[in-house]
């Protein structure tokens, strides 16, 4: 079993609408998860990064962390197809002085016009 | 702002050829990371290093080496190249008291 699990998808949605996506994790020592946004061919490009459970919110998007639960979230409201791309979940750990980050498999998400 | 660099952006070798690959982190950022991502895959952690020092080590062959410079910049050596070695290489940079890590565009490498 993967430390962090992430559906691949892919999704397709219309435009304007809320997307959800989602990561379960199993390391209850993970202190840090992120959501990459990554474009073919691209680098992942950093979109949220969140430490406490709870909501976290940046314009149209919401990082959300259940650690009881280990389960993450990100939400995209007003979806445009701008924003269709891999979605990567990651987490942290630290290691030596510094972090370890662990990806899920990314989700493929459609937005269509 | 400045990003994390990555040459070359694409890499063409034959196999059992070498390549070295070259990352230049965010300035000030002491951290560097590098993945290698297959397609359709998620990227796999390889190896990080932390003030020039190896700071931990993932699925890296063998066959793989890498190293952090006095100026903070990475390379990553890669010998006797296989098929399977084709792949995207990502380097990332983070300041290690924090831990947002932001990646370069990759290197895409082609073993043929």
């Known amino acids: 079993q993967k430390e962090v699990e992430q559906d691949p998808g892919p999704l397709s949605v219309p435009e304007g609408a809320i997307v959800s996506l989602n990561c379960t994790y199993s390391?209850?020592?993970?202190?840090?998860f992120m959501w990459y946004r990554q474009y073919s061919r691209k680098g992942p490009e950093l979109l949220m990064y969140?430490?406490?459970?709870g909501n976290k919110e940046d314009g149209r998007f919401t990082a959300q962390v259940d650690k009881s639960s280990k389960y993450i979230s990100l939400f995209i409201r007003d979806s445009q197809p701008s924003d269709s791309a891999t979605y990567l979940c990651?987490?942290?750990?630290?290691?030596?002085?510094?972090?370890?980050?662990?990806f899920g498999t990314g989700t493929r998400l459609k937005v269509l016009a | 702002a400045a990003g994390v660099i990555q040459s070359p952006r694409h890499l063409i070798k034959e196999k059992r050829e070498t390549a070295t690959l070259k990352c230049y982190p965010i300035?000030?950022?002491?951290?560097v990371y590098w993945y290698q991502q297959g397609p359709g895959q998620d990227p796999q952690f390889l190896i990080s290093?932390?003030?020039?020092?190896?700071?931990d080590k993932g699925s890296i062959p063998d066959r793989f080496s890498a190293q952090q410079f006095s100026d903070y910049h990475s390379e990553l050596n890669m010998s006797s190249l296989e098929l399977g070695d084709s792949a995207l290489y990502f380097c990332?940079?983070?300041?290690?008291?924090?831990?947002?890590?932001?990646f370069g565009q990759g290197t895409r490498l082609t073993v043929v």
């Open positions: 990651a987490m942290s750990l630290p290691t030596s002085g510094t972090y370890k980050y662990i």
């Open positions: 290093f932390y003030e020039k020092m190896q700071s």
């Open positions: 990332a940079s983070s300041l290690a008291r924090h831990t947002e890590a932001f």
């Open positions: 969140t430490y406490s459970s």
């Open positions: 300035p000030r950022h002491d951290t």
């Open positions: 390391n209850s020592a993970f202190q840090y």
